[in-house]
């Protein structure tokens, strides 16, 4: 009997779409169960807990991959088209959109991500690694202006964090919906430090 050939690609694929299948999970899980566990997120994918553990470890990991997922589709790989432009006003008006966007596309899931870091002290530091990267986006953005001023990405920092887009939708409209009032507003601080 000969041995059946074994198809990388296919268990690679299959792997593939286990994983997407758990973080599709993972984000219903947040958005409709009070507790977020592993054994809950293993039993809405259809997996064993072994699984979700064999992929991603443990449940900061789970998150960071939802994260990750969350990024993709709500189009943070458009940060790069801020650094394609010498000018400081073009580029910060991406970065504000860009953000406003992300923050409209997954509302919902950002506001639960966010209760869990407050609720799981320590466990969920890649938020704030993520706040990070932007506070160096916007950092760098400015020093190749020529403002290299801490106060200054500070105040951009506050405006375009979820937390303060969030607020200023209010319940009637979307982050999308204060776009002009969030770049107004990012221009201001420009102008007066510029």
């Given at each position: 009997?000969?041995?059946?050939?074994?198809?990388?690609?296919?268990?690679?694929?299959?792997?593939?779409e286990?994983r997407?299948?758990?973080?599709?999970?993972?984000?219903?899980?947040?958005l409709?169960?009070?507790?977020?566990?592993?054994?809950?997120?293993a039993?809405?994918?259809?997996?064993?807990?072994?699984?979700?553990?064999?992929?991603?470890?443990?449940?900061?990991?789970?998150?960071?991959?939802?994260?990750?997922?969350?990024?993709?589709s709500?189009?943070?790989?458009?940060?790069?088209e801020?650094?394609?432009?010498?000018?400081?006003?073009?580029?910060?008006?991406?970065?504000?959109?860009?953000?406003?966007?992300?923050?409209?596309?997954?509302?919902?899931v950002?506001?639960?991500l966010?209760a869990?870091?407050?609720?799981?002290?320590?466990?969920?530091?890649?938020?704030?690694?993520?706040?990070e990267?932007?506070?160096?986006?916007?950092?760098?953005?400015?020093?190749?202006?020529?403002l290299?001023?801490?106060s200054?990405?500070?105040?951009?920092?506050?405006?375009?964090?979820?937390?303060?887009?969030?607020?200023?939708?209010?319940?009637?409209?979307?982050?999308?919906?204060?776009?002009?009032?969030v770049?107004?507003?990012?221009?201001?601080?420009?102008?007066?430090?510029?």
């Amino acid at each position: 009997m000969t041995p059946r050939p074994y198809d990388l690609g296919r268990r690679a694929q299959a792997m593939d779409e286990r994983r997407a299948r758990i973080i599709a999970a993972a984000r219903q899980e947040l958005l409709t169960s009070p507790r977020f566990t592993l054994e809950a997120v293993a039993e809405r994918a259809a997996v064993s807990r072994v699984t979700v553990y064999a992929q991603f470890g443990d449940r900061h990991s789970l998150l960071e991959a939802i994260y990750d997922d969350l990024g993709v589709s709500g189009g943070l790989d458009r940060i790069p088209e801020a650094f394609a432009t010498s000018d400081l006003a073009a580029a910060l008006q991406v970065i504000v959109e860009v953000f406003c966007h992300f923050y409209a596309v997954h509302r919902d899931v950002i506001r639960r991500l966010n209760a869990l870091r407050v609720l799981s002290i320590g466990e969920f530091a890649g938020q704030g690694a993520r706040n990070e990267r932007r506070r160096q986006i916007l950092g760098t953005l400015l020093g190749r202006s020529g403002l290299d001023d801490g106060s200054l990405v500070d105040a951009l920092q506050a405006l375009t964090s979820f937390a303060f887009v969030d607020e200023l939708a209010g319940p009637e409209r979307t982050p999308d919906d204060v776009f002009d009032e969030v770049m107004k507003l990012v221009s201001s601080a420009i102008a007066e430090r510029g």
